[in-house]
């Protein structure tokens, strides 16, 4: 009986090709899509589950909430909080701590480098988190303080093919650390992205407090006991940091490590930078365009069933049961889905390296690694045959056997409105697809071309790593005898994103208990000129005042709206005397309004120095840079980046985002038309006869086009209907994500409405042109 | 074997009723061999499909071996095509797709008769109507005559009790058309019931009895012998 199916199907597919071609094509593309989008999905949700204790691992995550109603988590916590916990919770079997430092210089002989991949961690770490190890014992490791471990890719660029473990890497040129271990390179789905693994003492070597509770500045991984509740757990461990810091405001719970890449949200910290959202929203999109792929199916199959009457009815005589024919019906579309899948599994080999530019991620396509994907594809695969099939089967086989003597059926209305409502429903799908990708592409063009408060062109900055934050004097000067700068200013941390932060709790005409978040960073006297910021009232730090370097300091519009005062100036704040008030400018990535911020004067904790370059020919400007940095300090690696690329990064994701949701909707769009393109030919073949006899009448070509047009035009015009309110609703959603935002304007709306018309018309145009200029008389002598 | 009581069968669209058949009574036993003849429009073909239990009958009752079909549904209705009831057109109507031997195959899967047994009906039947030569062809590499021949062994390979053939030599030379009647004349001597639609008075003579539609009605049947 199978064999008789399999042979129906190919001979079918055979004897109708063009038809088949176009079914095709359109699941092969609806499948090739889904795949992507598929290995994408997967990947995002695989992250940190690699780790053998993967179900036990929890990030100590912070919650505050401050006077002013702000609310604010975060995932760093201060060091003695570390042996608190580890006491007092016989629940946690395991904890360490991490940090990242900024960055260092790391010297192997003659060849040195700016590293910024770089953790400090307790030695727990390698036995808590499963990163497989080359060279070295994974226990042991990090005992040692003056050892180092390292990635294979780094062994590689300092050692080459050379046993890594046993030499000696010297950091910041001051300090010798011993390789002590190998780490394969880390797969691409963890949330944390090192190089090289310090001891956690080295931390205070890269500048950081280790000790205490002042320094919110470490990340807290902790292996809990597999018994353990997790809910009371939290209740349990809520106020731990309070009872020991009286000025704290902070509640801790835990956050599985397997949660960190798509539901940090907004928290601060490292990793998160997934968004469960966008995983929703794209699974969305891989099923819709399946489903308009299927739609097309069934179109098609739908309307070409008129040559396949006469066999129904046949095998109805001959004895076949309704259910019979409606399996033989899904199973021929399950065959063709599977032609199909072979089609795009070929496709997403060719396209792969392609896709994988453009989301920024490495995928390969290996069933051996993807088990679980293999089934699924197999699953989607079987699915989309018997979705795709269902109508067809169930209208097809519904024909009473009679129909076979009655000659050629013409397909009855009613199925002509299913068919309707089909088109529609991939117009619709289609629209809203546009609708979004203007929106996207609209609001990732007003971040960029945001007016951001300062000027942000031609502004690169070079890491100070070690003892050069403390030559800052020098470099200045050095960097300002070159032509090529117009202004340097040194810096404590960069000006947007500031990182830096503390709860400011006095300054002149506190309220009661208030407090709030305040960042913060350190700068020189340059900062305003070379970032070309304008002050609102007072004066910038300056050299004619000796005490700014003492106690001055500067604070945003924002700063004296929260604290509310009236004349700021000579006001104090914290330890320190309001010396101007600068106006806004944005610090942050524009998903978040404005906060306070805080400036003081410092040349001595610099780690960056910020440098704006006189307008010309930048590549010259670039390598005059070079030749002063090479002439001073030549034992430091020349390494500059523009502040532009630090600004696209806040928005990394979305401009994934906005890639990606291009192409698919151009694949939705085209598959769409592929559809119609079909049913096109199709419908016109129907009319023939009536278009033959209307031009005998007298129609004129155009008129006969347009009577054609007509119906389509119809389905998009339904389908604007139903898109724009759904549309609408989604992308506002969408915007809300950023504080500032565009607004979604009825003409974005109407562009992918007319858009999708256009599209339309153009697709059906070729068969309707065609139909209305063939000689009536041909058309006539078939009846 | 089948009896029909005040069968009858209309058209209607909104505002007109068309009938097609009205008032038949008919009674056919196990062996006979019947001839349904009549003018174009008579019905013939209509009383032939509702007999076939391929058309719904608008009114009226239907026996067949004592079970009410205008009572059955789709199902058990399958079922007695199966079991039961062989088909020849006129139009030979063969699945295009599928070879001769396939074609022959088809009623064979869906009644679900084992693999052994099929091929061996299967070779039994193409030896008996000598296309054994034929049976890697697809229906359009055939003639009209051979065509009529797979038409009828595939109705004959259930082992019917009751054939339907609606003008089985139509479409055929004169010389098909009479061998086509002989192997009926032949099956019906062996015990096979047979109805048949024809013009044709020549080829209505093969049958036992006439019956003779006129607009829908029973004008008058012959019997013979």
């Given amino acids: ?783 | 074997m089948i009896r029909l009581k005040d069968v009858e069968k209309y058209y209607s669209n909104k505002f007109v009723k068309t009938w097609v058949l009205r008032n038949i009574d008919m009674e056919v036993k196990e062996g006979d061999f019947v001839t349904i003849m009549g003018p174009s429009g008579a019905g013939k073909s209509t009383l032939l499909h509702i007999l076939g239990m391929l058309d719904d009958m608008s009114g009226g009752e239907y026996y067949f071996l004592d079970e009410p079909v205008h009572q059955l549904n789709e199902r058990k209705r399958t079922g007695f095509h199966q079991q039961y009831i062989g088909f020849v057109f006129q139009a030979y109507h063969l699945i295009d797709e599928l070879t001769v031997y396939e074609n022959l195959e088809t009623p064979l899967l869906y009644k679900k008769v084992k693999t052994s047994e099929r091929k061996s009906l299967i070779a039994e039947t193409l030896d008996r109507f000598n296309i054994v030569a034929k049976k890697d062809l697809f229906p359009n590499q055939l003639s009209g005559g051979q065509q009529q021949l797979v038409a009828v062994a595939r109705a004959l390979i259930i082992n019917p009790k009751l054939i339907l053939a609606d003008e089985p030599t139509g479409n055929l030379n004169s010389k098909q058309g009479l061998e086509i009647m002989d192997m009926l004349k032949a099956l019906n001597d062996e015990g096979t019931t047979i109805i048949q639609v024809t013009h044709d008075e020549k080829k209505a003579a093969y049958g036992d009895r006439i019956i003779h539609l006129l607009d829908g009605y029973i004008d008058k049947i012959d019997e013979r012998n």
Wanted: glycine letters at 6%.
């Fill in chain 1, 1 to 783: 009986m199978f064999n008789n199916y399999l042979k129906m199907a190919f001979r079918n597919i055979q004897k109708f090709k063009g038809y088949s071609i176009i079914n095709i094509t359109g699941l092969t593309l609806g499948m090739t899509c889904c795949i992507f989008i598929l290995l994408w999905v997967q990947h995002e949700l695989s992250y940190d589950r690699f780790h053998e204790h993967a179900d036990s691992l929890y990030r100590v995550i912070d919650y505050e909430k401050y006077s002013n109603g702000d609310e604010l988590t975060f995932s760093t916590n201060p060091p003695a909080l570390a042996p608190v916990l580890k006491e007092e919770y016989p629940e946690i079997n395991e904890l360490c701590r991490i940090i990242e430092p900024d960055g260092a210089v790391i010297r192997y002989q003659d060849n040195s480098f700016n590293e910024e991949n770089i953790l400090c961690a307790d030695p727990a770490f390698f036995s808590m988190f499963s990163f497989p190890f080359v060279e070295g014992k994974k226990e042991t490791v990090l005992k040692d303080p003056s050892s180092i471990v390292i990635s294979e890719k780094m062994a590689n660029k300092y050692f080459g093919d050379v046993e890594a473990v046993g030499k000696t890497l010297r950091i910041n040129n001051t300090t010798d650390f011993l390789v002590a271990g190998v780490f394969k390179d880390l797969p691409s789905n963890s949330h944390i992205h090192f190089d090289f693994v310090l001891p956690f003492e080295a931390a205070k070597l890269l500048g950081n407090e280790i000790e205490g509770w002042n320094s919110y500045a470490y990340t807290f991984y902790v292996l809990l006991n597999v018994k353990t509740d997790v809910g009371l757990f939290n209740q349990k461990i809520k106020d731990t940091i309070k009872r020991y810091d009286d000025t704290a405001i902070v509640e801790l719970s835990l956050q599985p490590v397997v949660d960190i890449h798509l539901r940090s949200g907004d928290m601060w910290g490292i990793g998160g930078d997934g968004d469960i959202r966008y995983v929703y929203l794209f699974s969305m999109i891989a099923v819709l365009i399946l489903l308009v792929a299927c739609i097309n199916y069934m179109n098609l199959t739908t309307a070409y069933s008129g040559n396949r009457t006469k066999e129904i009815g046949l095998r109805k005589v001959i004895g076949a049961r309704r259910s019979e024919l409606i399996l033989q019906y899904m199973g021929e579309s399950v065959i063709l889905a599977i032609i199909a899948l072979i089609f795009s599994i070929l496709l997403v080999f060719l396209c792969l390296p392609f896709y994988n530019t453009l989301s920024g991620k490495e995928f390969v396509l290996n069933f051996s690694n993807y088990k679980n994907c293999a089934i699924l594809l197999f699953g989607v695969t079987i699915l989309t045959g018997i979705i795709a099939g269902s109508y067809p089967a169930l209208f097809l086989s519904s024909f009473k056997p009679v129909i076979i003597f009655k000659g050629n059926l013409k397909i009855g209305s009613g199925n002509s409105i299913f068919r309707k409502i089909l088109v529609s429903m991939q117009f619709v799908l289609s629209i809203c697809l546009i609708i979004t990708t203007l929106t996207v592409n609209r609001q990732m063009f007003y971040l960029k071309n945001k007016k951001l408060g300062f000027n942000n062109e031609h502004l690169l900055y070079i890491y100070l790593p070690g003892e050069l934050g403390e030559k800052t004097e020098l470099i200045k000067n050095e960097f300002n005898k070159n032509n090529a700068v117009q202004n340097s200013s040194v810096v404590s941390s960069l000006p947007l994103p500031v990182n830096a932060s503390f709860i400011l709790d006095s300054w002149d005409g506190r309220q009661g208990d208030d407090k709030f978040l305040t960042h913060f960073m350190s700068v020189d006297y340059d900062f305003l000129n070379t970032m070309e910021l304008t002050m609102a009232e007072g004066r910038f730090f300056s050299k004619e005042f000796p005490s700014d370097t003492q106690d001055g300091a500067v604070v945003n519009e924002t700063a004296v709206r929260v604290m509310g005062m009236e004349s700021p100036i000579g006001k104090n704040v914290g330890r320190g005397k309001i010396i101007g008030v600068m106006q806004d400018y944005h610090f942050r990535s524009l998903h978040s309004k404005i906060t306070p911020l805080l400036l003081i004067f410092s040349r001595k904790q610099s780690n960056y120095i910020l440098i704006r370059l006189k307008t010309g020919d930048v590549a010259q400007s670039l390598q005059s840079l070079e030749t002063t940095w090479r002439h001073n300090f030549a034992e430091y690696p020349f390494e500059y980046r523009f502040l532009d690329e630090r600004i696209n990064k806040l928005y990394s994701s979305e401009q994934q985002v906005e890639k990606i949701m291009k192409v698919f909707t151009l694949l939705a769009v085209f598959i769409a038309c592929l559809g119609l393109f079909g049913l096109a030919s199709f419908t016109t073949a129907q009319r023939r006869k009536e278009i033959g006899i209307r031009k005998v009448l007298g129609l004129s070509v155009g008129g006969i086009v347009k009577m054609l047009a007509n119906d389509f035009t119809q389905y998009v015009l339904y389908a604007n209907l139903i898109s724009w309110p759904v549309a609408w609703f989604a992308m506002s959603k969408w915007l809300q994500n950023f504080a500032y935002r565009i607004q979604l304007h009825f003409w974005m709306f109407l562009t992918a409405g007319v858009l999708a018309l256009c599209v339309a018309l153009l697709t059906i145009g070729y068969h309707s042109i065609r139909a209305a200029t063939a000689n009536p008389v041909e058309a006539l002598r078939y009846e």
